[in-house]
């Protein structure tokens, strides 16, 4: 099955500085990649994603990259605020539809 | 804003006793997956239906839990006997079989003594 693996598992940073959270995969046929955020107590959001066809994406301050031959991909948040402080997990599936294989999580804490 | 819904949102009971938790997946979706989140083990899936069908279950301790879907609109997990290591929280999520979005409810949080 897929193996998903996710660093740093605890990440501070300065308010108004970038953070990056990296996850990496072991099956190649994995073609979606969820990022979800989780604030304390609360559900998980899908705050972005991307597919195997496409290299980066962008909304706003967060963005995702995506290195198929390697295997990895990346959440990136610039100009950090209070407010992305959370849990973050990546995610990875094969197929629409199909069960998610999830990262172990990042705990952001985005110092004022 | 459709969501989907959980019942019930904190459930503390002991050991050995049924703890049913249910799910109501947004109107129109087909696929349901439960996840169980815990400290040590993050997210992890235990089961997951398309149109109502067992699609994989393998997560899943056979001995105690079932999960089913009773109609379209209602997914249900019952764990009987429940043991204090099932203590955790409880994700429902739904999504349409034709797109890959997946979206969460809010969890039941069980704590069994």
């Known amino acids: 099955g897929e193996n998903v693996e996710q660093h740093p598992s605890t990440l501070s940073v300065q308010e108004g500085d970038s953070a990056v959270i990296k996850c990496t995969y072991s099956?190649?046929?994995?073609?979606?990649f969820p990022w979800y955020k989780q604030e304390l107590g609360k559900r998980p959001q899908l705050i972005i994603d991307?597919?195997?066809?496409?290299g980066e994406k962008k909304d706003q301050r967060i963005a995702v990259t995506l290195n198929k031959t390697a295997k990895h991909f990346s959440l990136h948040i610039t100009e950090t605020q209070p407010e992305d402080s959370a849990v973050y997990f990546c995610a990875a599936s094969k197929n629409t539809g199909n069960q998610f294989y999830f990262g172990t999580g990042t705990s952001l804490t985005v110092i004022p | 804003d459709a969501r989907v819904t959980q019942t019930p949102r904190h459930k503390v009971t002991e050991m050995g006793q049924e703890v049913t938790m249910r799910c109501q997946p947004i109107l129109g979706h087909n696929t349901v997956f439960w996840y169980r989140q815990t400290m040590m083990q993050g997210l992890e899936l235990l089961a997951y239906?398309?149109?109502?069908?067992?699609?994989?279950d393998s997560g899943m301790p056979k001995d105690r839990f079932s999960a089913e879907m009773p109609d379209a609109t209602l997914a249900t997990l019952k764990i009987q006997p429940s043991e204090p290591r099932d203590s955790a929280v409880y994700f429902c999520a739904s999504g349409f079989g034709q797109t890959y979005e997946q979206y969460f409810g809010p969890g039941t949080r069980l704590t069994v003594t």
């Open positions: 991307i597919r195997s066809n496409v």
């Open positions: 239906f398309r149109n109502r069908a067992p699609l994989d």
């Open positions: 099956d190649s046929a994995s073609n979606y």
